[in-house]
């Protein structure tokens, strides 16, 4: 599906949302980011989420997220579905060892709040990594183990064995193909259902995994499972059937992305140039594990000064919702402008969206705290905290629909498609040009992508097309002016 698309362009594209989007983010972020993709390359966006997925999970004791009469936790449930062989394991790599080292962190301190479970019981909270291929329902969410009756006759009782979801930290699967979500399984029919519980929100027991087992007198097996999901797979063929008629993609925070092969082969230069050297591994991972742990001590202490209220924590200003809003306003704007085949499953991820970019600036004032030097300011989302956010969701949301454009597209070269043409040289002929007859071509793409109401991905496939009635020129300022070869205007 990648042989349409103009190699130049894509990576000016490519290059100019990078830089842009990792100056936006908090130091932290940054400083996490670029390490990252030293070794997992080109995967800017995908660090930058992971951090936040590590770090919503290890904050969610301490904040809730209020919306009205509506709550919602810290955690961010991270989906990323790519080509094979393009950094999701390595990244993964890295990101495991800083999670792990944080986690560990934090159990040795032995001072985090326990669960009460819906009985009233505490249960003390460990964080660690669930991270599994194959299993079954009894070894994920636990069972009951019959009692040995004390005398004849008596009652038979059980205790429960805990599955080994049930927990704080992540839930990482690096085959999420194999999950039961995208091809159930007999052991794995009821993954989905699984997944769908425990990403609901904390506040309540609707996160409670409960069943009902035959076995054993229909004892209700409980798993308490506070994680978050951290998945990674390459793009299933049923992909698009799940995201249309199932909920648990919506659920996560995804991203989408079928590399190049010029992008899969500029990666596997990276790796070449680093064979045979010898890079330092635990100083990274122990300087961003001590990071992330002085957040979880910074968010603690903010937590106990209010008195350990959890709604009471963060604090928001007079812009946090304008911005919100007009987040919202260009999300639902570059919807309208695909096809209404991707549209349609598009639109099914806003609402989702719109809570992660909502949870995502919480996180982004969380991540900035450090920074911030007078206390009273810190632990207030504003503005700057959702544009940091929406542009970590804007990426996702932007890769989701290109994605869908190429995979549900039929090869359909229709008058109404080639007609286009007319557009790009109506455009040409309106727009101001210098002496010379040339313009920016991106103010020419910006033009007919307006009237044709189209994506901007679209456009440049549509301008492709037409390229050889252009001259194309690149000025030193790395902006590339075109004009219309005489005659092709008549």
């Known amino acids: 599906m990648n042989n349409d698309i103009n190699e130049e362009e894509y990576m000016n594209e490519l290059e100019s949302n990078t830089g842009h989007f990792s100056e936006s983010l908090p130091k932290v972020v940054q400083e996490f980011q670029k390490s ?73 301190t032995n001072e985090h709040p326990s669960l009460r479970n819906d009985e009233g019981i505490p249960m003390k909270r460990i964080f660690d990594t669930f991270s599994l291929t194959d299993y079954t329902d009894s070894v994920l969410i636990g069972k009951f183990a019959k009692d040995e009756p004390e005398e004849r006759g008596d009652e038979p009782t059980y205790t429960r064995v805990k599955g080994i979801l049930e927990g704080n930290g992540l839930a990482h699967w690096d085959e999420f193909e194999y999950s039961g979500v995208f091809k159930q399984s007999q052991h794995q029919e009821k993954a989905i259902v699984y997944l769908n519980t425990l990403m609901n929100s904390l506040s309540g027991d609707s996160w409670i995994i409960k069943k009902a087992l035959a076995s054993y007198d229909n004892q209700i097996m409980k798993c308490y499972c506070e994680r978050s999901v951290l998945a990674m797979t390459y793009p299933p063929s049923n992909l698009n059937t799940v995201m249309a008629e199932k909920g648990v993609l919506q659920r996560m925070l995804l991203y989408v992305w079928e590399v190049p092969e010029f992008i899969q082969h500029k990666m596997r230069l990276e790796q070449i140039d680093k064979a045979g050297t010898i890079e330092e591994v635990n100083q990274p991972v122990d300087r961003f594990a001590n990071a992330l ?66 949870k ?58 080639n007609s286009l043409e007319s557009l790009f040289i109506d455009a040409y002929n309106k727009l101001e040009k210098d002496s010379d007859g040339f313009l920016n071509k991106t103010l020419l793409l910006t033009e007919v992508k307006d009237k044709a109401q189209k994506s901007r991905a679209q456009i440049y496939r549509h301008y492709d097309v037409i390229r050889h009635k252009f001259i194309e020129q690149k000025e030193s300022n790395n902006k590339t002016y075109i004009k219309l070869i005489k005659g092709d205007d008549e």
């Open 360 to 417: 995502m600036s919480v996180l982004c004032s969380i991540a900035s705290a450090p920074s911030i030097e007078n206390k009273d300011e810190r632990f207030v989302v504003t503005g700057h905290n959702v544009r940091q956010a929406a542009n970590i969701v804007r990426r996702c949301y932007m890769t989701l629909v290109d994605w869908l454009e190429r995979s549900l597209k039929v090869k359909r070269q229709s008058i109404a498609e």
């Open 293 to 358: 742990f002085e957040l979880y001590k910074i968010t603690k202490e903010r937590f106990l000064e209010v008195n350990g209220d959890p709604l009471k924590t963060m604090k928001y200003t007079k812009d946090f919702n304008q911005v919100l809003k007009l987040e919202y306003e260009n999300m639902r704007r570059f919807l309208q402008n695909t096809r209404t085949d991707v549209s349609a499953i598009a639109s099914n991820f806003t609402t989702r969206l719109m809570k992660i970019l909502y």
């Open 36 to 108: 990252a993709v030293k070794v997992s390359h080109y995967n800017d966006v995908p660090a930058a989420i992971s951090f936040f997925n590590i770090l919503g999970q290890i904050v969610k004791d301490f904040v809730t997220i209020t919306n009205g009469r509506n709550h919602e936790d810290t955690r961010i449930h991270f989906c990323w579905v790519q080509t094979s062989g393009t950094g999701k394991s390595t990244l993964w790599n890295f990101v495991g060892k800083v999670a792990n080292q944080t986690f560990e962190k934090i159990n040795a």
